[in-house]
């Protein structure tokens, strides 16, 4: 199976910073539309961040101003820079294609304290 895979997830106080990182299954180059999704505890996964051919950027407006999605080529990485954490960010994040055309991988969690 191909499988994206996340890491860089955690425990974070309210208003602090992580970055997320994704190993997708071919280069980055090939993909047209990325996402960086999220599935918080008892909700459907959603996306929060999408990137279009590594120009235009669309975020859901709960994480409008505070993530930001981005590409590290050098490494074929898509990355996710998640600032002023809120409680509300809380959750298993995923990146695939969008839409998603990869089988989901693990995830990696985010867990923001109050």
């Known amino acids: 199976q191909r499988q994206p895979v996340e890491s860089g997830g955690g425990l974070v106080e309210t208003g602090g910073s992580l970055t997320l990182s994704c190993v997708m299954p071919?280069?980055?180059?090939?993909?047209?539309?990325m996402g960086w999704y999220r599935q918080a505890p008892g909700q459907q996964r959603e996306l929060v961040a999408r990137?279009?051919?590594?120009?235009?950027?669309h975020y859901s407006d709960s994480v409008k101003g505070r993530f930001t999605i981005s590409v590290d080529n050098g490494n074929n990485m898509l990355l996710l820079q998640l600032n002023i954490l809120k409680a509300d960010d809380t959750g298993i994040y995923y990146c695939?294609?969008?839409?998603?055309?990869?089988?989901w991988g693990q995830g990696t969690q985010v867990t923001v304290s109050n």
């Open positions: 071919e280069n980055l180059r090939r993909i047209t539309v």
């Open positions: 990137l279009l051919s590594d120009i235009s950027t």
């Open positions: 695939n294609t969008q839409p998603a055309m990869y089988t």
